[in-house]
């Protein structure tokens, strides 16, 4: 969920506003919708992949009349000053379906920020859902999503991430050219020199084994297959659905830009774990940036997990990717990651939080055990 920009008022946003219409908004909305979006600083989409965020989602289309795709506040004038998308997301829990309510970009113009806490309103609030989850929280909505009672998950760390700088010398350079260094290329081959013997000497190497990776350029039937026996092996694990179809809607745009890795350890002519690495460049400073979107494992842990980084990081350093980054430390069982990952940053804010609508089921997702997070959740990865 994208957070109402912090950026400084005009003097038109300083006078006092009339109070805004809130309506459900539509598919004709897009135009106004993404120049608010990119006027705040938050990434907009053209409308076929704006779209495709309801009209291929898999859960919208049996909704369909039942859920609205967001909603929008109105000046006098007809214009959108707010806005905030509403995402249906399948899970299981417990061998019941569980339904999912996701905001995505959330915006508005400085002098109807109070009032765009109705949309946030309308979206954890809906009837019929059983479960609001974000993990995009950011340090402006914080305060917000408190108000209405959402509640950390209780596994991870999503107020750190840890990163593998993958290419030293380029990436060093980068950050010296934006401190106006007049010495930055010969200056960044020293440094990256230093800081690769400081990082071998400090961290311990990844170990491959014997385990082969197999790249997949898409989704196919071996998807289906494994998310039957995830399911059935992790009844009490609350898990967004993985089926081929929800993959493939999920990450369509990121696969057809070339963004997208799918990367599986295979045992025979079954899926055994794969991961999902995406392209998150930082184009402000130059950087080529990989996130670690999703790990699962029909063995559970993460011993499955060294070789899939192992393939990611040689493939950022073959194609001269920056850095390579899990958010959240959702994975450090036996302190893996803690030990193999050199660098530990510290975020904004806590990334995830959700909050359930029945006693019942807020109950059950306050153990830890009922949690398997990551960024495949919510819009984090959409």
């Not at 289309?61 to 004038?77: K, M, P, T």
């Not at 010495?183 to 082969?212: H, K």
């Not at 192992?310 to 803690?338: F, M, Y």
């Not at 153990?367 to 398997?372: E, G, L, Q, S, T």
């Amino acid at each position: 969920m994208g957070s109402t920009s912090e950026a400084s008022q005009s003097p038109e946003a300083r006078t006092k506003a009339r109070p805004p219409r809130l309506r459900a908004a539509s598919f004709k909305d897009h135009e106004q919708i993404a120049l608010l979006e990119s006027r705040y600083g938050l990434v907009s989409k053209s409308y076929e992949e704006w779209s495709h965020l309801w009209l291929g989602n898999p859960l919208y289309r049996e909704l369909r009349a039942g859920w609205s795709i967001g909603w929008v506040l109105e000046d006098e004038n007809k214009q959108i000053v707010g806005s905030m998308a509403n995402i249906p997301l399948p899970y299981e829990f417990e061998r019941r379906r569980i339904l999912v309510a996701s905001g995505h970009n959330w915006v508005a113009e400085p002098a109807y920020r109070s009032a765009s806490l109705l949309l946030l309103d309308h979206v954890i609030n809906q009837r019929d859902v059983d479960l609001y989850v974000n993990n995009t929280v950011s340090a402006a909505s914080t305060a917000a999503v408190s108000t209405f009672g959402c509640s950390r998950v209780p596994v991870g760390q999503w107020d750190t991430s840890v990163l593998w700088i993958t290419h030293y010398q380029s990436f060093f350079e980068l950050r010296l050219v934006r401190k106006n260094c007049p010495f930055a290329t010969p200056l960044s081959y020293a440094l990256s020199a230093a800081v690769f013997l400081r990082d071998r000497l400090t961290t311990t190497a990844l170990r491959e084994g014997d385990v082969e990776v197999t790249i997949y350029p898409g989704f196919d039937e071996r998807f289906d297959d494994f998310w039957v026996d995830l399911k059935q092996r992790n009844p009490h694990l609350l898990l967004a659905v993985r089926t081929r179809e929800m993959l493939d809607w999920h990450y369509k745009y990121a696969l057809l830009n070339g963004k997208l890795w799918i990367a599986a350890v295979v045992d025979g002519p079954r899926l055994a774990a794969y991961a999902t690495f995406q392209r998150r460049d930082k184009p402000r400073w130059g950087v080529k940036h990989v996130r670690l979107v999703d790990f699962q494992s029909l063995a559970g842990g993460t011993a499955l997990l060294p070789p899939l980084l192992s393939w990611a990081l040689r493939k950022c350093r073959d194609e001269g990717i920056h850095t390579l980054e899990i958010v959240g430390r959702w994975l450090e069982k036996g302190e893996l990651i803690e030990t193999v990952a050199p660098y530990p940053q510290k975020l904004p804010t806590w990334k995830y939080v959700y909050r359930a609508n029945s006693s019942g089921l807020a109950q059950s997702l306050r153990d830890p055990r009922a949690w398997a997070p990551s960024l495949f959740d919510g819009d984090a990865s959409l």
